[in-house]
Nanobody
Framework: VQLQASGGGLVQAGGSLRLSCVIA????????MGWFRQAPGKEREFVAA????????YYADSVKGRLAISGDNAKNTVYLQMNSLKPEDTAVYYC???????????????????WGQGTLVTVSS
């Protein structure tokens, strides 16, 4: 399974970006998907997840109300709409997927089997 993330860039604080992650050659709805991020010198942290198997979305407290995860089955793509961006959102963002179902471990990197290459988001103050 190949995941291709894109959409990162430089944006001013308060601005918006939309990240995309394409699952190449697979049926999108067969996978639960997540977004994680890693800032310089910090551990990778959970941002958002969408569970098709459970019909739910999950968010880190730090992004609730500002970021939204969604998917387009026809395009085999999951999106992360990022609004009201803050400098502390600066990080490399990774999409991830699993066919095992997330259950109650949607926030843990080991719950995901496949990872994209990452896309850099830089928010200037």
């Amino acid at each position: 399974v190949q995941l291709q993330a894109s959409g990162g860039g430089l944006v001013q604080a308060g601005g918006s970006l939309r990240l995309s992650c394409v699952i190449a050659g697979r049926t999108f709805s067969s996978y639960d998907m997540g977004w994680f991020r890693q800032a310089p010198g910090k551990e990778r942290e959970f941002v958002a997840a969408i569970s098709w198997s459970g019909g739910r979305t999950y968010y880190a407290d730090s992004v609730k109300g500002r970021l939204a995860i969604s998917g387009d089955n026809a395009k085999n793509t999951v999106y992360l709409q990022m609004n009201s961006l803050k400098p502390e959102d600066t990080a490399v963002y990774y999409c991830a997927a699993t066919s095992r179902g997330l259950g109650n471990t949607w926030y843990r990197p080991p719950s995901y089997d496949y990872w994209g290459q990452g896309t850099l988001v830089t928010v200037s103050s």
